[in-house]
């Protein structure tokens, strides 16, 4: 059987460094499935819960969930997706070869790490579920560090399960998000539909008046921040920010047959980051109903209160189906810093990281600073892929120089890189501007930078880009 | 088979989401919604593997 296994993993082939061919390609139907399953997963079970303790109001989330998701499928089918289906390589492949290979490298270490980190925080949400035989005793919404060797134990099982999963490669992650997909999203509407009459709602006229009153009541938890409108248009544009206009579907999209399989990832947007933070939101306030407003963030409990074994069982695979991916591109952004290391054993090391950070509740009662993070921090390498692939060459520019000069730590982009994670910080520190709002200024930023930079090196070094002109 | 099949996936589903609306209109009660959520789901899962299975014999 182990054999098997170990022959399973070394036939897994996913074309790292040369494009995807033909007959490797998927319809938009395989991608709806992917992102439906992605984004309908275990943090879903702890975003929607955030907005009600940031005291959204009912107006402002419906609304800014609405815009904020649009934009998010446009940034997917307008901004990664034509650069995806025309390289057909992986976004770390692209980096190198506009960056040069230690650029790159500095890039996929940071890349890999948000990764596991982001990964970690779904394998915690599943840990919650699996725990619940046992009781397991939950984090407050200001716990940080792991609170019992019960909690580390019950991660470190899920996290090894979730691990196998993805060393098994891409058409296994597709394959196991798209069975779990259609009863996923049904379960997460179904539990807040049945929880409804204990909030009084007992006709569909009924539900708006007890939305605003009882659940997104406006009025933030003790200790939480308050939530607008444009808190959350953001929030729901940006909180996926690495993988659309940071570029990190390069990766998946790829094996599209058209760029309009960016367009599935509404699949994603409207199940997942509509319907489901729109339902945990609801089973979450039935929860503080219950428990005189507690502190105590139990994800896995509250499903397993409205959908019994089903509930539970849905936090699990949710949480799973979400770190399956995550996992694999974190070992494909390790991979490129080790090329020589098979695919399948880089997935276990990255694996192990995540189950590591996974222990740390910090991960999940500050998921929605953390993913904005992430984002940002991302972002500027997908304004300069952008801006290399579009309007270098026609502002009379090279793109890809990395490859075509041979260089290993392409400046302009790292200097873009770094400034425009600078301005961020200053914006931040001077302007007093959070974080969920720092992405779009950046983008711009990145953008005005990798060109400034690129007419002044390019040009400085005219003649080494004439001598790579005439050898091509 | 593919449809016996077909058939009981499509009832797993339809024993997760109808009981809810069920007890919405006060016409289930909410512990007998939680079992049959739970038969739905495995409804759900448990015909994944005969196809796997078919394809291996082949």
Known sequence: ?472 | MKQIIFGIRFTGLALTILPAIFVFAGLMPFQTHKLLMTIGCILWFVPVLFPRAKANES
């Open chain 1, 1 to 472: 059987m182990f054999k098997k296994f170990k022959q399973q993993l070394q036939g897994v082939q996913e074309f790292e460094k040369t494009p995807i061919p033909e007959k490797n390609r998927k319809g938009w139907w395989s991608f709806l499935g992917l992102y439906a399953g992605e984004h309908t997963a275990g943090t879903e079970f702890v975003i929607g819960p955030l907005f009600v303790a940031h005291g959204a109001s009912a107006a402002d989330l419906v609304i800014g969930l609405l815009l904020g998701n649009l934009f998010a499928v446009l940034s997917w089918a307008l901004l990664c997706a034509p650069i995806a289906t025309r390289e057909r390589i992986t976004l770390y492949f692209k980096i190198e070869k506009i960056c040069g290979a230690h650029l790159a490298k500095a890039y996929n270490l940071v890349n890999g790490l948000m990764f596991c980190f982001l990964a970690g925080s779904m394998i915690a949400v599943s840990a919650t579920a699996v725990g619940i035989p046992f009781d397991l005793p939950l984090a407050k919404l200001s716990d940080w560090l792991p609170t019992s060797f019960s909690w580390v134990l019950t991660v470190a099982v899920v996290g090894i399960v979730t691990t196998l999963i993805a060393m098994l490669g891409y058409d296994k992650v597709a394959r196991f998000s798209n069975i779990a997909a259609p009863w996923l999203i049904l379960v997460f509407l179904a539990a807040a539909i049945a929880v409804l009459p204990e909030l009084g709602v007992t006709r569909v006229g009924d539900f708006w008046e007890t939305a605003t009153s009882d659940i997104w009541t406006g009025e933030p938890l003790p200790g939480q921040s308050k939530f607008t409108f444009w808190h959350i248009f953001f929030f729901a544009w940006f909180c996926n920010m690495a993988m659309h206009i940071g570029m990190s579907d390069l990766s998946v999209l790829r094996y599209a047959k058209t760029w309009k399989a960016g367009f599935a990832s509404a699949g994603g947007m409207y199940v997942g980051h509509y319907f489901a933070w729109l339902a945990s939101g609801i089973l979450y306030a039935v929860f503080l109903s219950k428990n005189q407003n507690s502190l105590e963030f139990a994800p896995g409990p509250i499903a397993y209160y409205a959908a019994g074994f089903a509930g539970a069982f849905c936090v699990i695979v949710a949480g799973i189906t979400t770190a399956n991916p995550t996992i694999y591109r974190a070992g494909l952004a390790v991979q490129s810093v080790l090329p020589k290391s098979s695919t399948w054993k880089v997935t276990l090391i990255v694996g192990l990281i995540t189950t590591t950070a996974a222990c740390f509740p910090a991960l999940v009662m500050q998921l929605l600073n953390f993913v904005a993070l992430y984002g940002l921090v991302l972002m500027p390498m997908g304004a300069i892929i952008f801006i290399d692939f579009w309007v270098y060459p026609r502002i009379g520019l090279r793109s890809n120089l990395a490859a075509l000069s041979g260089l290993k730590w392409n400046w302009t982009a790292a200097l873009t890189w770094i400034l425009t994670l600078v301005a961020c910080v200053l914006i931040n520190v001077i302007a007093g501007t959070e974080i969920f709002f720092l992405g779009l200024p950046g983008w711009f930023a990145a953008v005005v930078l990798y060109v400034v930079f690129g007419l002044l090196f390019q040009k400085k070094k005219g003649p080494r880009v004439l001598e790579i002109e005439r050898n091509l």
